[in-house]
Nanobody, 113 residues
Framework: QVQLVESGGGLVQPGGSLRLSCAAS????????MGWYRQAPGKQRELVAAITDAGRSNYVDSVKGRFTISRDNAMWYLQMNSLKPEDTAVYYC?????????WGQGTQVTVSS
């Protein structure tokens, strides 16, 4: 059973920064793609950022230049800078293994003054 544990959410003012972390219970070489989705109230879940085992990353347009995804051993991170109120959502990390997606428990990010 693959388990993902994420941390790092919280309340931050507009313009502030947060870093999300996700730890996997499996070896990272078994994960083809890892990343983060988010879901705001009343909206569909959207892919925020992902990085492949080859190191290629992609971002949703609304976070390009502000968010950075990285990986290190069995963990990956989402550095979020210049946060905006519209970034408020529950953020879920995911890992794709053998065409299956596994999910973290979600962490709340609230951007508000």
């Amino acid at each position: 059973q693959v388990q993902l544990v994420e941390s790092g959410g919280g309340l931050v003012q507009p313009g502030g920064s947060l870093r999300l972390s996700c730890a996997a219970s499996v070896r990272i070489f078994s994960i083809s793609t890892m990343g983060w989705y988010r879901q705001a109230p009343g909206k569909q879940r959207e892919l925020v950022a992902a990085i492949t085992d080859a190191g290629r990353s992609n971002y949703v347009d609304s976070v390009k230049g502000r968010f950075t995804i990285s990986r290190d051993n069995a963990m990956w991170y989402l550095q979020m800078n210049s946060l905006k109120p519209e970034d408020t959502a529950v953020y879920y990390c995911f890992a794709r293994i053998d065409l299956l997606n596994f999910w973290g428990q979600g962490t709340q990010v609230t951007v508000s003054s």
